[in-house]
Every structure is written in structure tokens, then in C-alpha cells.
């Protein structure tokens, strides 16, 4: 069975509270978080403070998302409200294993981020060291777009090679995930599905949340 994070990013922000109790109540494994600094992607979404509340409320594993440009300003802050699994883009990140370093020493579990034009093989010589990986399937920055079908082969790809090297790091999609296409991407290897709109937008998120989960 696979993990089901919801994202936050679709849900309304006026009334986060009922959000983080829908995902309290149903089957979902754990709250996924988005933020975005408006450099390294065009949008700026919510950042610690936010999370600071979401934790209050939350039951659940944190998964934070970073979009942000130099994330290592900001690992520090990120634990403290309460984040359990933080997630940086590569694409943002000169010293990628000095990051991830960092991460896992302040007692977060560490996150890389692939842009849907990065190839999983740059991963080769960090994958040991990194407990998920983040594969986006649309490009980062706003919920609701179309899924890039592209993203199933390099999730296969990723699989072989968390396989062949004996690793239990988890791989991670996020963008478009419906309750369509999450059996392929089950079936091509995911553990953890993201999902914004489809669980948010949905006229039963409890609903949308199973289906999910029942991806085979
Ligand atoms: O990181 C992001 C977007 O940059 C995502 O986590 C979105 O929030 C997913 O939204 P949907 O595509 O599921 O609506
Ligand atoms: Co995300």
C-alpha cells in the first residue's frame, strides 16, 4: 500500500484547521507541506509560521517540500516548527551533500527533489545517503497542473536503482496524482503519493484518500 500525503497547497487557507482535521481523521499517512520562496519557483506560498500552527493541529507525519533557493538557511527553522521529513531541490542546492548532512543531523529525515528535466542517474553518488526521493512530475510552483508522463520511466529507473544497491530510501511523486493514474505509479515503484487537488478538490476527500491508498 502506498503512503498518501495530502498537500495543503490545495486545501483553503481560511480554514486549515478543518483541513488538518479531515487529514487527522482519514486514512491519509501524512501531511504534505509546500513552500515556496518566489525565486526558485515564480510563486510564494506559506513558510515556518504556518507550520508552526499545522504542527499544533497535526497528527501526523510533516513532509516538507522545499522550493527554495539556499535551503540551508532555513533547515534549522524548518525543524523547529516541527517538520519531520524535509525535502530540498537539487536544483537549488551547490553543496547538495553538505545539505543533506545537515538535515539528517539536526534529526529530520532527508529529501532530494528532482525538477522533471533532472535525471535521476545525479542521484548516483548520494542516493545511499538519502532516505526519500522527490520525483516532480509537473513543473514545481503551483497544484493543479497536468501530469507529465515522462515522470513514470524515471520512477522506474529510480526503483532499479534504489533495488540494486540494497536501499530503503523512499521514492516520492508529486503533481497531477489522480486517483487514475496512481495505480501505474504504484506499479512503476512509488511509495508516496502526493496529492493537492485531487484529494482537496474532491466532493469527499475521505473518499479521494482511500481510493488512493487502495492504488495497486
Ligand atoms: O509541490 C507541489 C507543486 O509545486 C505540489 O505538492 C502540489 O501542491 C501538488 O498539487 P496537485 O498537482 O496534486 O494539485
Ligand atoms: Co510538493
Avoid at 136 to 143: D, E, K, L, T, W
Wanted: charge should be negative.
Amino acid at each position: 500500500m502506498p503512503l498518501v500525503a495530502p498537500s495543503l497547497l490545495a486545501a483553503d487557507f481560511l480554514h486549515l484547521a478543518d483541513a488538518c482535521k479531515m487529514v487527522n481523521e482519514s486514512e491519509a499517512d501524512w501531511f504534505h507541506l509546500d513552500v515556496m520562496d518566489g525565486n526558485f519557483v515564480p510563486n510564494i506560498s506559506y513558510g515556518q509560521p504556518v507550520i508552526e500552527f499545522i504542527n499544533k493541529a497535526a497528527t501526523k507525519t510533516l513532509d516538507v517540500h522545499l522550493m527554495v533557493q539556499q535551503p540551508e538557511r532555513y533547515a534549522e527553522d524548518f525543524k523547529k516548527a516541527g517538520a519531520d521529513v524535509l525535502s530540498v531541490h537539487y536544483e537549488a542546492c551547490t553543496h547538495l551533500h553538505r545539505n543533506v548532512q545537515q538535515i539528517k543531523s539536526l534529526g529530520m529525515k532527508a529529501g532530494v527533489a528532482l525538477n522533471p528535466h533532472t535525471p535521476v542517474d545525479l542521484l548516483e553518488d548520494i542516493i545511499g545517503d538519502l532516505d526519500l526521493v522527490l520525483i516532480m512530475s509537473v513543473n514545481p510552483g503551483f497544484g493543479g497542473q497536468k501530469f507529465i508522463e515522462r515522470s513514470l520511466e524515471k520512477i522506474s529507473t529510480l526503483r532499479r536503482m534504489i533495488d540494486d544497491a540494497k536501499l530503503s530510501t523512499l521514492i516520492e511523486v508529486d503533481g497531477g496524482v489522480t486517483i487514475e493514474n496512481a495505480p501505474a505509479l504504484v506499479q512503476a515503484g512509488v511509495d508516496v503519493l502526493v496529492a493537492g487537488s485531487t484529494v482537496f478538490r474532491a466532493e469527499d476527500p475521505f473518499a479521494a484518500i482511500k481510493a488512493l491508498k487502495a492504488a495497486k
